[in-house]
């Protein structure tokens, strides 16, 4: 079982990055999937969720009408896309399937000018 991260990175404020997750050893297609985020000097906190049909929701107020969750089944991938990022989005970003009980590796993302 393992979630694989991409797409991290440095941004400038406003700008936008898709990060990418691969999913392999278990049922993706029927599995809640979500994304969290670190800040540094911050608890873990929930980003935004997907259901197995691609019902999204759970996002945090913080990124509420900027980011947005999704799924490929087929290729078995979460995605997280995000726009008008600002600097309190500096993060590590994790992605992690509840139900398998299973983090991904995180990957960075710096929002800095």
């Known amino acids: 079982v393992q979630l694989v991260e991409s797409g991290g990175g440095l941004v400038q404020p406003g700008g936008s990055l898709r990060l990418s997750c691969v999913a392999s050893?278990?049922?993706?297609?029927?599995?809640?999937m979500t994304w969290y985020r670190q800040g540094p000097g911050k608890e873990r906190e929930l980003v935004a969720g997907?259901?197995?049909?691609?019902?999204?929701?759970n996002y945090a107020d913080s990124v509420k009408g900027r980011f947005t969750i999704s799924r490929d089944n087929a290729k078995k991938t979460v995605y997280l896309q995000m726009n008008s990022l600002k600097p309190e989005d500096t993060a590590v970003y994790y992605c992690?399937?509840?139900?398998?009980?299973?983090w991904g590796q995180g990957t960075q993302v710096t929002v800095s000018s």
């Open positions: 992690r399937s509840p139900t398998a009980g299973v």
């Open positions: 050893g278990f049922t993706f297609n029927t599995y809640y």
């Open positions: 997907i259901t197995g049909r691609g019902v999204s929701g």
